[in-house]
């Protein structure tokens, strides 16, 4: 299939299977698109939670205004923010930097300090936004893989993150609930998949300048 093929295919899955899981390999290659997503200063102030426990999944139900995809889907991949982004872990960031691009020890500071001027003038509600915003990046390329391995998804607003937080214990982990995307195989009677894709006409959502 080509992109957009694959993109057409894809829809807001509201049933799936329970019976179907996405194999580890599967689940490893959508993982690695997420990480792949550009990010501010390429800082990932984020963690992928991947829940897979049905048990676990079955509780996250009435945390997300009883939608049931977060039960029957193979996995929930909850995109969490960090809450904890301070100068000790931008400091890091630029060390990862040196040493995955052979520079020399201490050659990044500079850059760390201004990254850090920048990022830490921030309030710490300022910092959860702006580390959100890159959720919903990441967000995207999870779903764009997911489609092009065809495999269903289902992404999520719909949810109360103060409970998400404390049930998968993320407060204590410093992170915070951003965006949830179950994932899976829809339901043969997933009556959504047979309605049609509606979007406004390209012509209509352009402005050529
Ligand atoms: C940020 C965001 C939050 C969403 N939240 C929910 C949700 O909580 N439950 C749900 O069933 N669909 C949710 N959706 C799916 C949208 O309703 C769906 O993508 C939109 O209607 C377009 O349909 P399509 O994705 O099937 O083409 C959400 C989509 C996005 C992008």
């Not at 201004?114 to 921030?122: F, H, K, N, P, R």
């Not at 937080?165 to 951003?178: F, G, I």
Request: hydrophobic share 40%; glycine share 4%.
């Amino acid at each position: 299939m080509d992109l957009i093929e694959s993109l057409q295919w894809r829809y807001a899955t509201k049933k799936f299977n329970p019976e179907k899981s996405v194999s580890p390999e599967d689940l490893q290659t959508i993982l690695e698109a997420g990480n792949l997503a550009a990010t501010s200063y390429g800082l990932q102030p984020f963690q992928f939670v991947v829940v897979s426990d049905p048990d676990l999944r079955q509780q996250l139900v009435p945390f997300s205004y009883n939608q049931p995809q977060v039960g029957q889907a193979s996995h929930v991949i909850v995109i969490a923010v960090r809450t904890d982004v301070d100068a000790d872990f931008i400091r890091a960031s630029a060390k990862l930097t040196e040493k995955k691009r052979g520079l020399e020890e201490g050659q990044l500071d500079g850059y760390a300090k201004q990254m850090i001027g920048a990022i830490m003038s921030m309030n710490d509600e300022q910092r959860i936004v702006w580390a959100q915003k890159q959720s919903y990046i990441v967000l995207a390329n999870l779903m764009v893989a997911c489609a092009t391995l065809k495999i269903d998804s289902c992404p999520m607003e719909g949810f109360i993150p103060a409970d998400y937080n404390r049930l998968l214990e993320l407060d204590s982990k410093n992170l915070h609930a951003s965006v949830v995307l179950p994932v899976g195989y829809r339901a043969e009677d997933d009556e959504q998949q047979s309605f049609a894709k509606v979007r406004k006409t390209l012509e209509e959502m352009t402005l050529n300048c």
